[in-house]
């Protein structure tokens, strides 16, 4: 069955639907990604798809006891780069995934100054027939830490495959989870090696250039 992500338009600004069903009449003409509105027309290149955290969840980067750094605030910004005809497999560049109110519970650690996604941006795809999308390459990321005495920093490392994420049938959301992050040489020592990072982004929504 083809499926698409539906981008609702309202003005300037539309709320991504989800993965559904395309009707026989319309299947030859509807593109991997498309509006949620009536005509369900196509998602143009060039157009930027954003989310924040989905309600209720954390972002979390967290060994397998735990420890580690959890934000409660966090989001994600791309750029549609090629939107084929369903099925198929869309591309987009990952301009922006940022995170903040983070707290961290490793012993000696005062606060968390930042996280930030190294080497952006990151091309991406979004395959509609495993409602997936993967960050391709691996991703780099650096924690910034304060602590009691002086500061640290801990740096690591995605898988070498990408970062898989899943895609909500019902709004377009992304969830990724454990998936592991190797901590990188040269990091604190008493940075949890490895963690898993786990966030949800949704409902996303997009912005027409």
Request: charged share 10%; with cysteine.
């Amino acid at each position: 069955m083809r499926k698409y992500l539906g981008l609702g338009a309202a003005a300037a600004l539309g709320l991504v639907t989800a993965f559904t069903a395309v009707p026989a009449a319309n299947a030859d003409a509807v593109a991997v990604l498309t509006t949620g509105s009536a005509g369900w027309a196509n998602v143009t290149n060039g157009d930027t798809l954003q989310a924040g955290l989905a309600s209720g969840t954390t972002s979390s980067f967290l060994d397998g006891n735990g420890k580690g750094v959890t934000c409660t605030v966090a989001n994600f910004a791309a750029s549609v780069t090629d939107n084929p005809a369903a099925p198929g497999v869309a591309s987009e560049s990952i301009t922006a995934l940022t995170f903040s109110g983070c707290t961290s519970n490793i012993s000696g650690v005062t606060k968390v100054k930042s996280i930030t996604i190294d080497n952006l941006p990151y091309a991406a795809t979004v395959d509609d027939s495993t409602d997936s999308i993967t960050i391709s390459s691996s991703v780099h990321a650096t924690i910034s830490l304060g602590l009691v005495i002086g500061s640290a920093t801990c740096k690591y490392t995605g898988p070498s495959t990408g970062v898989v994420g899943s895609v909500s049938l019902t709004d377009g959301s992304l969830s990724f989870v454990n998936q592991t992050f190797t901590r990188d040489t040269g990091s604190w020592p008493a940075c949890p090696p490895p963690e898993s990072f786990n966030s949800s982004f949704g409902p996303v929504r997009g912005r027409s250039v």
